[in-house]
């Protein structure tokens, strides 16, 4: 049966608020969870991913969990191992312990940030997208740590049949803000059809795909992703020419742009907190 009741970490975030938004309508039940409270919605969990015992409550009885919690930029290792990988780990002990089958986790395209970008005249043909198979090439501790999250989830897949969709997310934002987003952004209606998809395909075991929308500037392959039923809408491509107006075109020979993982390989962002 499809899941119903669904686990939301991350809830008070940029993309948990975004999905808090959207995936009621598919007809999901959500219990959220944050270190942070959520304004507005008193039943929602506040509790620190270290917590077991308040981790171990909030997994009790749902269907499946999204899990989106962490830290979401770059971050001293020590910041990144408590919240991301001792976290994630923390998430997947309840799930097994608790016996819940599905967890959707948000990999990151930082996971293979360091693999160089298609170059030339987009659209790239399959020959040139980036395939989900390619080499591990974190760009920061922080990809590094998505890393870590994606090979626990084959680990609890092939160990104790736990099944994880690992979406290897882009740029999920309300609208791209910059040229190299052109390539790689998720409008929140296509993240909340690949969460739905994510959520109800049959048989995935342990599956990873790239999280965007059907870019024309795209850099990578969707086809896992479709496979999983998941069919985008959108494409970024009408943000093209005032983006391109504003900030010029991405010059492929400058090291913020050769790469996937865009100036996270440079100048990686730091988790303010
Ligand atoms: P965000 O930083 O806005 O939200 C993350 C949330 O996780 C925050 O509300 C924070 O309080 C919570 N959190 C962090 N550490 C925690 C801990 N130890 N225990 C409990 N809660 C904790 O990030 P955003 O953009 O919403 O991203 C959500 C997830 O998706 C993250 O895992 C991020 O790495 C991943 N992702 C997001 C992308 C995007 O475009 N928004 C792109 C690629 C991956
Ligand atoms: C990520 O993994 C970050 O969480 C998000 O804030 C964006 O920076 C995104 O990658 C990106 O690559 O644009």
């Known amino acids: 049966p499809a899941p119903r009741t669904v686990l939301l970490t991350g809830a008070a975030g940029g993309l948990g608020t975004l999905m808090r938004g959207l995936l009621p ?20 969990i506040t509790a620190e991913l270290a917590d077991t015992g308040a981790l171990r409550e909030a997994v009790r009885g749902v269907d499946a969990i999204i899990h989106l919690a962490g830290i979401s930029l770059e971050a001293p290792f020590a910041k990144i191992l408590r919240s991301n990988i001792e976290g994630t780990y923390n998430l997947y002990e309840a799930a097994r312990e608790e016996g819940v089958r599905r967890i959707v986790f948000a990999s990151s395209n930082h996971a293979v940030g360091f693999t160089p970008r298609p170059r ?6 399959p020959g040139e997208l980036i395939p989900v198979d390619t080499p591990r090439r974190p760009d920061t501790y922080y990809g590094l740590s998505k890393c870590f999250g994606e090979d626990l989830a084959q680990l609890y897949w092939d160990q104790h049949g736990t099944e994880t969709v690992s979406v290897r997310i882009g740029s999920c934002f309300m609208e791209p803000s910059t040229v ?4 790689v952004w998720m409008s929140p209606g296509d993240g909340a059809r690949l969460f739905h998809a994510a959520l109800t395909a049959e048989d995935v075991g342990h599956t990873v795909v ?10 990578w392959d969707l086809s896992s992703a479709r496979a999983l039923g998941y069919e985008p809408r959108d494409d970024s491509e009408q943000y093209a020419p005032g983006l391109i107006a504003e900030q010029g075109e991405l010059d ?6 050769a790469c996937l993982g865009g100036h996270f390989v440079t100048r990686p962002p730091m988790w303010p907190h």
């Open 210 to 219: 790239y999280g965007s929308s059907a870019n024309t500037r795209l850099w």
């Open 252 to 257: 492929p020979d400058d090291p913020d742009h």
């Open 120 to 125: 030339g005249e987009p659209p790239f043909g």
């Open 180 to 183: 190299r987003m052109l390539s």
């Open 25 to 44: 309508a598919y007809g999901y039940e959500l219990r959220l969870f944050d270190a942070r409270p959520i304004e507005g919605e008193p039943t929602a």
